[in-house]
């Protein structure tokens, strides 16, 4: 440990492979997200939500190009390296230090506060919230002081265990399902749909742009743009069927279940003996929630840490962690806010997620730099 | 060396204070509650809640004093209630084993929406628990009653409808996730399993009614309760709830008799059955089909017939659905006019078929429910005779 702190420690040094790259994006993915979605879609869109999941898929998917060119750009050195080299040395740095606590470090608050809103309401009742969010953030610097590779092994480990939980799932809930419950199609024409598809792309298919970032971290760059649409791939897809399956189960009525997929998961029977296994499946939820919280987390300190021209970004994870418990619980006052919130936030996560890398390409193509020579 | 002795010290001293017992709650702390009724008296909500005493349920002792315990509170909501049971409960009543929730006549007539948002909220409360109506009687005098069989009354209360939901069919389960959701649609109506207390229930409180061969006091399933939206309007008999299961495709099984021209019966037992009901919309008249494909075997007969025939097997075929049209069609047209409820969900189908329509349609379904056209065609194919091809009476009569 005390010979580390003397070598500058900073993303270009750690490598990951690129199979560890996908299912880092993966779980990152599937985290949070697998908690908030399916509620905050099906107000908007009702039945016909399982069309605007598959146009958020494919937007999605569309985006990461732009995501890709951008992290391939990073690769050569990193992010705020980058966008020193694009905008000028000061105005470089106060946009990748703004981009770093609006985007990445204000998406960790949020999940954060997730997680631990999750808990006090469905399972540790009467528990302060502050209790689960210290734990979970004590997991999470842990992981974040511990480095990228660590947690990439980490996620790794945990991936099969995932899938295999998420399989069961899925196959155990399939009994439940009601065609009826997506009829009739189109109901409220367009509008609505395209509305719901535009909460899922804000959330989270515009945060890949967060794990381009990771990029100069990964063994074999050329590959990083594949590993990328992969992971993005994966977790979409998986998103995409948690969604459309709480639909089918559960109908538009869960609309007033505050955590579908939790509800779901209560549903879940094999026979007389395998029941009331939900706490299971919020493992899965937890585990992906970890890793998210911890990518976010390491992304944000390792940037600013390159901001503030820092050697070694150890010295920020207590300082920062320190403040996300604080403005976790001051990000909303109460759950009927968040409901609230998530047309603000989709706006948002498209200025960060979209107009900003697109604003950085198109000064990039200006420069000349279309051109692949760093 | 130092660091890590200080390391181990913060471990064991974690190890004792972190052990994760914030919220816990022992299970001799929870009064595990396994029936619940609700009661209106005045503007104030009556619980009744069946709690199972563990001593007595264990093991295979049988002990002297009643497998469960009943507390009753009065508040102005379900929690304050359920909260005020601590007043005379020594534990915390835990509501994640609930099988039955016992709703009084007098409530569902009143409207239960009110009292089932607390079930639907609190999250330790499940899904997996049955809702049924009292009929004719406080929820709290069903839960009085100790059964045999199973000790536990309210499990034997859950058990029982599934089995005659499965085997007869008149009754029907429902949930809270389901009862909701039929509540908020615009195109049905729910409908619950009636739950009639029967006999001496002085005795069918006490250890006695378990004592003797036949029970003095008994619960029993029959008929079910008709909404309109969460107010109890009305009963339909169980040949009508048999109907009523027919149409909503939750038959799993049941029994039917068809009687023979010359007198005598056979008995079909329905072994599977799966019903389609397709709405149209034409010249803004809604209309509904319903067909019915049923396969059955031959369960009893008691009348002169040739089974070994085919003829004869497409006569009765062709009795069997005439009878169940005219049952489901006369059920039907009762509820059209005595209940004027769409309990079917007819306005769903017509909503699932043709949503422009149904845009027009949705503010006075109800109205339009009560003249639409339902035409019925059953298809029921005989399978199988049983142990013997013609009946014994066959020879004995001749």
């Avoid at chain 1, 007389?272 to 585990?287: C, G, H, P, T, Y």
């Amino acid at each position: 440990m005390t010979k580390n702190n003397e070598k500058v420690i900073m993303l270009g040094k750690i490598k990951i492979s690129s199979r560890q790259f996908s299912i880092l994006i993966a779980i990152y993915m599937i985290g949070s997200a697998i908690l908030n979605i399916p509620a905050m879609l099906q107000i908007v869109a009702k039945q016909d939500t399982w069309i605007s999941t598959i146009v958020a898929l494919v937007v999605g998917l569309c985006v990461l190009p732009l995501y890709i060119y951008l992290g391939n750009r990073f690769a050569h050195a990193n992010f705020t390296w980058y966008i020193e080299k694009l905008l000028g040395k000061w105005l470089g740095k106060i946009v990748a230090l703004l981009f770093l606590v609006t985007f990445p470090a204000i998406v960790a608050i949020l999940t954060l506060r997730n997680i631990g809103d999750f808990m006090t309401t469905q399972i540790l009742e009467d528990t302060p919230i502050q209790a689960i969010l210290i734990i979970i953030l004590s997991v999470v610097i842990m992981g974040a002081r511990l480095g990228l590779e660590p947690l990439a092994r980490a996620a790794e480990l945990f991936f099969p265990f995932i899938m295999v939980l998420l399989i069961v799932f899925i196959v155990l809930a399939f009994p439940h399902i009601n065609f009826n419950n997506v009829q009739p199609v189109l109901e409220n024409g367009l509008k609505p749909v395209l509305k719901a598809s535009l909460i899922f792309i804000a959330y989270p298919f515009l945060e890949p742009i967060i794990l381009s970032m990771l990029f100069p971290s990964v063994q074999h760059t050329e590959k990083n743009g594949k590993a990328l649409f992969t992971g993005v791939l994966i977790g979409g897809f998986i998103m995409v069927v948690i969604t459309i399956l709480t639909i089918l189960v559960l109908g538009t009525q869960t609309v007033s279940f505050a955590y579908p997929s939790y509800a779901l998961a209560k549903l879940i029977r094999l026979g007389d003996f395998l029941v009331r296994i939900e706490i299971i499946m919020a493992v899965i939820w937890f585990i992906t929630i970890f890793v998210r919280l911890a990518l976010l987390f390491y992304i944000s300190i390792v940037g600013i840490a390159q901001v503030l021209n820092l050697k070694d970004y150890r010295s920020l994870t207590f300082p920062i962690a320190l403040l996300l418990v604080p403005l976790s619980l001051l990000a909303f006052p109460n759950a009927a806010y968040f409901q609230e919130f998530t047309p603000i936030w989709t706006i948002h996560a498209l200025v960060m997620g979209f107009i900003f890398p697109l604003l950085l390409w198109l000064i990039d193509i200006l420069k000349g730099g279309g051109k692949k020579t760093p | 060396m130092k660091r890590s002795g200080l390391l181990l010290c913060i471990c064991i001293s974690l190890v004792v204070f972190v052990t994760g017992c914030w919220n816990r709650r022992e299970l001799n702390e929870l009064a595990i509650a396994v029936g619940m009724g609700i009661d209106k008296s005045g503007d104030q909500y009556e619980i009744t809640v069946q709690v199972v005493e563990p001593s007595e349920v264990a093991g295979k002792k049988g002990g002297t004093s009643s497998p469960v315990t009943l507390f009753q509170a009065k508040g102005p909501s379900i929690l304050e209630a359920l909260r005020e049971i601590t007043t005379i409960s020594p534990r915390i009543i835990y509501l994640a084993h609930l099988r039955v929730l016992v709703l009084g006549e007098s409530l569902a007539r009143a409207g239960m929406a009110d009292a089932l948002d607390f079930m639907s909220r609190e999250p330790e409360a499940r899904n997996d628990f049955f809702i049924v109506v009292a009929k004719e009687a406080k929820a709290s005098d069903t839960l009085k009653i100790l059964t045999n069989l199973e000790k536990v009354p309210s499990v034997r209360l859950f058990s029982t409808l599934e089995t005659s939901e499965q085997q007869w069919a008149p009754t029907t389960t429902v949930k809270l996730d389901e009862l909701i959701s039929v509540l908020v649609s615009e195109g049905k109506h729910p409908v619950l399993t009636g739950l009639v207390p029967l006999g001496d229930l002085a005795i069918g409180e006490t250890r006695k009614n378990t004592e003797t061969v036949k029970s003095p006091a008994e619960l029993q399933y029959t008929g079910l309760a008709v909404f309109r939206k969460d107010k109890l309007i009305g009963w339909l008999s169980n040949e009508e709830g048999k109907a009523y299961n027919y149409v909503t495709n939750q038959i799993k099984g049941t029994v039917g008799y068809v009687s023979c021209p010359d007198g005598g019966s056979i008995s079909l037992k329905v072994i599977r059955s799966k019903t389609k009901v397709k709405g149209s919309v034409n010249d803004e008249q809604p209309q509904i089909e319903i067909e019915v494909r049923a396969e059955a075997n031959v369960g009893e007969v008691q009348c002169h017939l040739d089974l070994t025939k085919n003829e004869t097997i497409t006569k009765v075929e062709k009795w069997a659905n005439e009878k169940l049209e005219n049952l489901i069609e006369m059920t039907v047209s009762r509820v059209q006019q005595d209940y004027k409820v769409d309990i079917f969900g007819f306005g769903e189908v017509i909503h699932r078929s043709n949503p422009k329509a149904w845009k027009k349609l949705k503010d006075h379904w109800d109205q339009t429910f009560v003249n639409i056209p339902v035409h019925v065609k059953v298809n029921s194919k005989i399978r199988t005779l049983g142990k013997v091809s013609n009946s014994f009476l066959e020879q004995l009569k001749e």
